[in-house]
């Protein structure tokens, strides 16, 4: 059995959705430390042929809080929001397919950062006919004072994994001798070069997952997310 464990991203690009695929669980890390001016509320999108940022805004609070514990601002619009992604993506041969499903999710009643997040990767999920089991990691019984390489591979025996998959930036923070002491398999997913017809030129790559949703039918998204990678 497969796992993979990832931080919370608000639309995060394909090889997130990846990762999904080529796990039988997904865990989402709930209790840790929010990164400021990371991706867990902020991505890149298409906007006249150039990436721009849409961001989630937070309240203000101490950096040192976990992503459970933060909330959105009582700014965070989000009429505004979508008509950011109306604007940006409303001539794209997928957009009236797709939009709907966007402001189902930006609309979602959800105050708490974690929460808003999470029931966007489950929405998206489902979307995509992603199998795999999705869990918070607040969850799952271990002792999670733990840190690094010691709670993935706390991790993974509590959930009865026998391989991890990982990113490829996680080559420089776990080896795979500790692993296979630990009885477990470790391998790195590697995404494709994915490229398609897209508003602006040159090809503008890594985007949000909603750029390959404006971009391709559902059919060709399935296939980019399940086929275009490869687990070293």
């Not at 997928?94 to 489950?122: G, M």
Request: aromatic share 14%; hydrophobic share 40%; proline share 6%.
């Amino acid at each position: 059995m497969k796992l993979a464990i990832m931080q919370p991203y608000f639309f995060p690009y394909i090889g997130y959705f990846q990762l999904m695929a080529a796990a039988d669980v997904f865990i989402v890390y709930d209790n840790i430390q929010y990164t400021k001016k990371g991706w867990i509320n902020r991505n890149r999108f298409l906007l006249n042929g150039r990436d721009a940022i849409f961001t989630l805004p937070l309240s203000k609070a101490s950096d040192f809080l976990d992503v459970r514990d933060r909330t959105l601002a009582e700014s965070y619009s989000r009429a505004d929001l979508l008509n950011k992604l109306q604007g940006a993506y409303r001539r794209a041969p997928y957009f009236d397919a797709v939009f709907p499903l966007l402001t189902t999710i930006v609309n979602d009643p959800a105050n708490n950062l974690f929460d808003y997040i999470f029931q966007s990767l489950e929405k998206l999920k489902d979307y995509f006919g992603l199998g795999c089991q999705l869990r918070i990691s607040s969850s799952v019984d271990i002792d999670h004072a733990l840190r690094g390489q010691d709670k993935v591979i706390e991790l993974c025996h509590a959930v009865n994994a026998s391989t991890y998959v990982n990113p490829p930036g996680g080559r420089d923070l776990y080896a795979r001798p500790d692993f296979l002491e630990q009885g477990l398999e470790l391998r790195f997913l590697q995404p494709g070069m994915i490229e398609y017809p897209q508003a602006g030129k040159p090809f503008v790559p890594w985007l949000s997952i909603i750029d390959i949703m404006m971009f391709n039918d559902i059919d060709e998204i399935k296939r980019l997310i399940t086929t275009e990678y490869e687990l070293n």
